[in-house]
């Protein structure tokens, strides 16, 4: 067995041992643990690299590799780190020299732990972006389903958290299908920026010896080579491109709760939480709450402080490595962590939930066909700025006098507009209001039918 200096991969120059201090602040071990299975991979690929270079010969090649999969079952199988063990790079050595004795003092020929770390991390956040992804495409699969089942449910849409217009139940579920679509499009995107490999960039210069790197590229799986050994080993972009995509899909998750919170409220009762996503109270027997709607929408602020964190790190930082970049494993590993125990909870409570139709549409009360009212007058003739004026005056009046629109003699529509005629009342109807958008990407009937058939395809396409 190695000794616990021994495996050090650094302190030659050094005559005396690093304070006890330096020692625990430097230690990384405990978060960077983590990457142990990226790590056997890339150093797998490196002796490939090694020997294609005529560092190793074929046997010590085999040798490496063979050792790298016994280190690999020794971590899986919960091998206990040692406490000398400054990071993960450090564990994995001292357990191939373990396992394979002094030639694996060869591996690290040509390669730092700049490099080392970047391959790591960026094949991490390449594996974190399809998790995430998946996840998401869960939860639009669940509001795909909840919005077939509303069918043609109407309810209040709003603006200002005021009651705005009717529109179709699917067509509010389906606007956060559609948030969650461009998060789709940002965690690929996240993706497709991690994979681009840095190993073979060395500690900043580049490596002395010929490692092809195409086929590092190719063992690894990445998609292009680094075009610069100073911005490889510096370059953590790729982390704020994961960790943006997680704070936006947390915030999109953060909405979507929100409006759940409120119509689920006694004061709206639109939906009803179901028993399995919600919790009680340890004082009042009779309450429900949607906690794991409030956890979700608590987790934007979480992820959007482990963004702040990293663009914070980065913004003061010198080109090249700085070992302020460790911490950029904390703020990603935080943000992934949260939001894949966050949207199966969504997912969950969404699909439990219970829609009430009848007290949705008992809430379109007449007042919200106002603009169908000024629409009225244009198709008379008349500007909508006259149109929006008189059926202003219109609104005024059912205020003042405590009524709905609806409830107003024709004696009040003609005096608001010479133009309103007895077939104005017919403008008042919400059903007709939803049906009279009918235009792409509007909460007509047909539309939604067509949003909906939309849905299904991009999930299809990307499945």
Same mark, same amino acid.
């Given at each position: 067995?190695?000794?616990?200096?021994?495996?050090?991969?650094?302190?030659?120059?050094?005559?005396?041992?690093? #304070?006890?201090?330096?020692? #625990?602040?430097?230690?990384?071990?405990?978060?960077?643990?983590?990457?142990?299975?990226?790590?056997?991979?890339?150093?797998?690929?490196?002796?490939?690299?090694?020997?294609?270079?005529?560092?190793?010969?074929?046997?010590?090649?085999?040798?490496?590799?063979?050792?790298?999969?016994?280190?690999? #079952?020794?971590?899986?199988?919960?091998?206990?780190?040692?406490? =000398?063990?400054?990071?993960?790079?450090?564990?994995?050595?001292?357990?191939?020299?373990?396992?394979?004795?002094? %030639?694996?003092?060869?591996?690290?020929?040509?390669?730092?732990?700049?490099?080392? %770390?970047?391959?790591?991390?960026?094949?991490?956040?390449?594996?974190?972006?399809?998790?995430?992804?998946?996840?998401?495409?869960?939860?639009?699969?669940?509001?795909?389903?909840?919005?077939?089942?509303? =069918?043609?449910?109407?309810?209040?849409? &709003?603006?200002?958290?005021?009651?705005?217009?009717?529109?179709?139940?699917?067509?509010?579920?389906?606007?956060?299908?559609?948030?969650?679509?461009?998060?789709?499009?940002?965690?690929?995107?996240?993706?497709?920026?991690?994979?681009?490999?840095?190993?073979?960039?060395?500690?900043?210069?580049?490596?002395?010896?010929?490692?092809?790197?195409?086929?590092?590229?190719?063992?690894?799986?990445?998609?292009?080579?680094?075009?610069?050994?100073?911005?490889?080993?510096?370059?953590?972009?790729?982390?704020?491109?994961?960790?943006?995509?997680?704070?936006?899909?947390?915030?999109?998750?953060?909405?979507?709760?929100?409006?759940?919170?409120?119509?689920?409220?006694?004061?709206?009762?639109?939906?009803?939480?179901?028993?399995?996503?919600?919790?009680?109270?340890?004082?009042?027997?009779?309450?429900?709450?949607?906690?794991?709607?409030?956890?979700?929408?608590?987790? #934007?602020?979480?992820?959007?402080?482990?963004?702040?964190?990293?663009?914070?790190?980065?913004?003061?930082?010198?080109?090249? &490595?700085?070992?302020?970049?460790?911490?950029?494993?904390?703020?990603?590993?935080?943000?992934?962590?949260?939001?894949?125990?966050?949207?199966?909870?969504?997912?969950?409570?969404?699909?439990?939930?219970?829609?009430?139709?009848?007290?949705?549409?008992?809430?379109?009360?007449?007042?919200?066909?106002?603009?169908?009212?000024?629409? &009225?007058?244009?198709?008379?003739?008349?500007?909508?700025?006259?149109?929006?004026?008189?059926?202003?005056?219109?609104?005024?009046?059912?205020?003042?006098?405590?009524?709905?629109?609806?409830?107003?003699?024709?004696?009040?529509?003609?005096?608001?507009?010479?133009?309103?005629?007895?077939?104005?009342?017919?403008?008042?109807?919400?059903?007709?209001?939803?049906?009279?958008?009918?235009?792409?990407?509007?909460?007509?009937?047909? =539309?939604?039918?067509?949003?909906?058939?939309?849905?299904?395809?991009?999930?299809?396409?990307?499945?």
């Amino acid at each position: 067995m190695s000794s616990p200096e021994s495996h050090k991969l650094w302190g030659g120059r050094f005559a005396s041992p690093t #304070a006890a201090a330096l020692d #625990a602040l430097n230690r990384s071990i405990g978060v960077d643990f983590r990457l142990w299975p990226f790590d056997v991979k890339l150093s797998k690929a490196w002796a490939l690299g090694l020997r294609e270079a005529g560092v190793f010969s074929a046997q010590e090649c085999e040798t490496i590799r063979k050792g790298l999969d016994s280190v690999a #079952a020794l971590l899986a199988s919960g091998k206990i780190v040692d406490p =000398s063990d400054e990071d993960v790079h450090t564990l994995i050595d001292r357990l191939l020299h373990d396992a394979v004795g002094d %030639v694996a003092s060869k591996l690290h020929t040509g390669r730092s732990r700049n490099d080392q %770390v970047a391959t790591d991390t960026r094949m991490w956040c390449a594996d974190a972006c399809a998790q995430v992804r998946s996840a998401v495409r869960e939860l639009q699969h669940t509001l795909v389903v909840r919005a077939e089942e509303l =069918s043609d449910a109407a309810m209040p849409a &709003y603006t200002h958290l005021q009651r705005a217009q009717p529109v179709l139940a699917s067509h509010w579920v389906l606007a956060h299908f559609w948030s969650l679509e461009r998060d789709i499009t940002r965690l690929e995107s996240a993706r497709s920026a991690a994979l681009v490999l840095p190993l073979g960039s060395g500690a900043i210069a580049g490596s002395a010896f010929s490692v092809p790197r195409d086929l590092l590229r190719a063992e690894l799986g990445f998609e292009r080579i680094s075009q610069n050994s100073i911005d490889a080993v510096g370059d953590r972009d790729f982390v704020a491109d994961l960790i943006f995509a997680v704070t936006m899909t947390a915030t999109h998750l953060s909405r979507l709760a929100e409006d759940l919170i409120i119509f689920g409220s006694s004061e709206f009762g639109f939906v009803r939480f179901g028993d399995t996503f919600s919790t009680g109270s340890s004082m009042m027997p009779q309450k429900r709450n949607p906690d794991a709607l409030e956890l979700a929408r608590g987790s #934007a602020a979480r992820a959007s402080g482990d963004l702040f964190t990293l663009l914070a790190t980065l913004k003061g930082l010198p080109s090249g &490595y700085n070992k302020d970049l460790q911490d950029d494993k904390r703020a990603v590993f935080d943000a992934v962590d949260m939001i894949l125990l966050v949207l199966p909870a969504v997912s969950g409570a969404v699909g439990e939930l219970r829609f009430d139709s009848l007290k949705m549409r008992a809430a379109l009360s007449s007042g919200l066909m106002a603009t169908d009212l000024a629409d &009225y007058l244009v198709t008379k003739g008349i500007s909508f700025r006259d149109a929006h004026a008189a059926v202003g005056a219109l609104v005024r009046e059912s205020e003042e006098k405590g009524c709905e629109l609806s409830a107003l003699p024709s004696s009040s529509f003609t005096a608001a507009h010479a133009t309103f005629g007895s077939d104005a009342s017919e403008w008042l109807s919400a059903e007709k209001s939803i049906s009279r958008r009918e235009i792409a990407g509007g909460t007509g009937g047909k =539309s939604v039918a067509e949003q909906l058939s939309a849905a299904r395809a991009t999930m299809a396409r990307s499945a």
